[in-house]
């Protein structure tokens, strides 16, 4: 039986069934469990605004959010959203989804740590950084109703210390190759484990460019 909450639930379909079993096979319970809470936060969050949606485009999108931060979808150079977002293309375009769909999803996983640029777009993007905003940094926590909230957390738990745990994980993913978070939010994630990382500045890159002037 589907867990339901707000009359929300998992779509009912093939794709839904194999993006769970891939992802539950991929990625640690933690973030097994994060990535579906943010499926259920994000369907809850378009309730709230009166969004539309595709069920299965939201639910590829929450779910792949964090596929980047594994070892088996990890690059080398590459921002681990964007990562996510090519395996989540990847496996999409193999199970037949147009190419519109896919850039779609891409586009949720590749923006979901850019905040104030996905709400200006379509469902599917700004639903899937909401429900990450909502599990991560616990925005417009108060807006979701407290039922709704425990049945979420009851069948996806967090852990005990959640929030440590998940800025850790952020930190495994990522500390192979700190250049990728230049100008984005994981570069708190390095400093906040590495009390001596450089980070990348914006005014140092302009001044050192070969420009004249």
Same mark, same amino acid.
């Given at each position: 039986?589907?867990?339901?909450?707000?009359?929300?639930?998992?779509?009912?379909?093939?794709?839904?069934?194999?993006?769970?079993?891939?992802?539950?096979?991929?990625?640690?319970?933690?973030?097994?469990?994060?990535?579906?809470?943010?499926?259920?936060?994000?369907?809850?969050?378009?309730?709230?605004?009166?969004?539309?949606?595709?069920?299965?485009?939201?639910?590829?999108?929450?779910?792949?959010?964090?596929?980047?931060?594994?070892?088996?979808?990890?690059?080398?150079?590459?921002?681990?959203?964007?990562?996510?977002?090519?395996?989540?293309?990847?496996?999409?375009?193999?199970?037949?989804?147009?190419?519109?769909?896919?850039?779609?999803?891409?586009?949720? +996983?590749?923006?979901?740590?850019?905040? =104030? @640029?996905?709400?200006?777009?379509?469902?599917?993007?700004?639903? #899937?950084? %909401?429900? !990450?905003?909502?599990?991560?940094?616990?925005?417009?926590?108060?807006?979701?109703?407290?039922?709704?909230?425990?049945?979420?957390?009851?069948?996806?738990?967090?852990?005990?210390?959640?929030?440590?745990? +998940?800025?850790?994980?952020?930190?495994? =993913? @990522?500390?192979?190759?700190?250049?990728?978070?230049?100008?984005? #939010?994981? %570069?708190? !994630?390095?400093?906040?484990?590495?009390?001596?990382?450089?980070?990348?500045?914006?005014?140092?890159?302009?001044?050192?460019?070969?420009?004249?002037?």
């Amino acid at each position: 039986m589907q867990f339901t909450v707000g009359n929300i639930v998992v779509p009912d379909s093939q794709l839904a069934r194999d993006i769970t079993e891939l992802v539950r096979d991929t990625e640690s319970p933690l973030l097994f469990h994060h990535s579906s809470r943010v499926y259920y936060w994000a369907a809850l969050a378009a309730m709230h605004r009166g969004l539309q949606y595709d069920p299965e485009l939201l639910y590829a999108g929450a779910m792949f959010h964090d596929m980047g931060l594994t070892h088996a979808h990890s690059s080398s150079d590459k921002r681990f959203e964007v990562d996510g977002a090519n395996a989540a293309a990847d496996f999409l375009r193999s199970r037949g989804i147009g190419e519109r769909e896919v850039e779609t999803v891409w586009t949720a +996983i590749a923006l979901h740590t850019t905040p =104030g @640029i996905p709400e200006f777009m379509a469902p599917e993007i700004a639903l #899937v950084t %909401a429900g !990450v905003e909502m599990d991560v940094l616990g925005i417009r926590y108060h807006t979701f109703d407290d039922a709704d909230r425990q049945a979420v957390v009851r069948a996806h738990p967090r852990t005990e210390h959640f929030k440590e745990d +998940i800025i850790q994980t952020f930190y495994d =993913g @990522i500390r192979h190759k700190p250049e990728t978070t230049f100008g984005n #939010v994981k %570069a708190d !994630v390095i400093a906040d484990k590495e009390p001596h990382f450089h980070r990348g500045n914006f005014c140092s890159v302009i001044r050192c460019s070969a420009w004249n002037g």
